[in-house]
């Protein structure tokens, strides 16, 4: 069955045999791929674990004529106060009480779509359930149904509970199941795309899921450089409007940014509309972006074009990259797979020794990633565990740690130099001179390391670091 006719879809764990906790090589970890035994593996102790809603609210937020309506307790959309800042969106609470678990909350529900409706006048309204409507059994659907009869307004159901899923990436896929199922229609493209700005067939949609907009703007202005001057880039669903989504199925084809994360929604693409899907590797450093670049200027015919261009970008940064920058440097890398691998073979090219990598999540969709680096390569996989990586570091400590997270201060408690990635241009040519541009940055001004790092202090005891780091990693028993 198509995936976009599917009720709701499989989780990561069903679906492609998700791992959230881990640690070994990667050579062991694609033999457990390969094994397919359907096993998984627990932590008896986690110290912080993001679910599956947050990663759909910060998806859903980003959408410009969209409002986020948070069906559950007020502290699960609290979430929102930062995922919505500086976004366009808006969002609601049904502030759900322990009354409202027990009997149910469909009345508040109600109340709150008609509210959010006539005060922001949104082309589309998002119900994103919660672990309280997993309890209450509240029926979204009906409402639905009976308010989108009276009000001028899509209304589309995420359904995410917060525990289904130990994968976080499990909120994206709801997300972007529930945006192509029901946004992305047969027979309305050429009306939207006109409201859009872009014409039938003479765009690609660019898929972007959990990019920041400097990266994606990135892409979109190298990716204009092969493109004719009229043909546009339509980016979604991620700082899109609806009239963009709608219109996705007009488009001459479809290019995620990662693979990985943007797979729910590349499959559905292709079955609903028959456009094209490419897949390709993610555009992080100097190779990786240009066959990328080429496999875009391939499919689209441009195959010269971006032939050229990739080459002018080469030689435009080559003196950045031809010494060797990274020599006798070592880098542990905690990023998104798919970044992870690539930003690794990045700096391995540039010289740097590295240490391991660290993912929030692996599955069968990143095997081919993983089979990039050398097998033997350290590898953890844990979202939100820095207890775990902070034993690693005792032990032996890398000179640069490489993130996408905030929380850096025990990584420079630990001795390394910590980069934070969250606002930089990740993703092409741009992207890795910006990295190298950050991390000699970094080296030359060791003022916050070097104060954290010699401060008497630390975040966890003695005892944890006499234990092995995969100490509460257990096999589940089934």
Known sequence: MPIFAEKNVPSREKRCSALSAYQGTIRSLLDEFAAAEGQQNIRTFTQANPDDILAALSLLCTIRDAVVVVHGAIGCGAACLDLCRGNSSTWYSTALDEKDTILGGDAKLRDTITRAYHEQHPKVIFIVSTPVVAINNDDINSAIFELEGELDCKIISVVTDGFKSKTAVNGIDVALHSIGKHLIGVGLESRDCIDAGLKVGEFINLIAVDENRRSVDSLVSLLRLILPDKFGVNVIPKFADSAQIVCAGSARANIAINDSQSDVFLKGLEEKTGVVSLRSRTPI??????????????????????????????????????????????????????????????????????????????????????????????????????????????????????????????????????????KQTRYGYEGAAELLRSLRRTETRPVFAGTLHAAPRCLYKDTWFKRSANWYVKREVT
């Open 285 to 422: 450093g100097i190779k990786a972006t240009s066959e990328w670049l080429l496999s875009v200027g391939t499919l689209l015919g441009w195959k010269d074009i971006a032939q050229r261009v990739a080459e002018a970008q080469c030689e435009q940064f080559a003196e950045l990259f031809t010494k060797k920058p990274m020599a006798e440097k070592s880098v542990f890398i905690a990023l998104p797979v798919e970044e992870a691998a690539e930003t690794a073979l990045f700096l391995a090219e540039l010289g740097a020794d590295v240490m391991g990598i660290s993912v929030d999540s692996a599955d069968d969709t990143n095997s081919e990633s993983f089979s990039r680096l050398p097998v033997d390569t350290p590898v953890y996989v844990g979202n939100g565990q820095p207890f775990e990586l902070a034993n690693v570091f005792r032990k032996k400590c890398p000179f640069f740690f490489i993130t996408g997270h905030k929380n850096i201060a025990w990584a420079a408690e630990a001795g390394a130099f910590p980069v934070s990635v969250e």
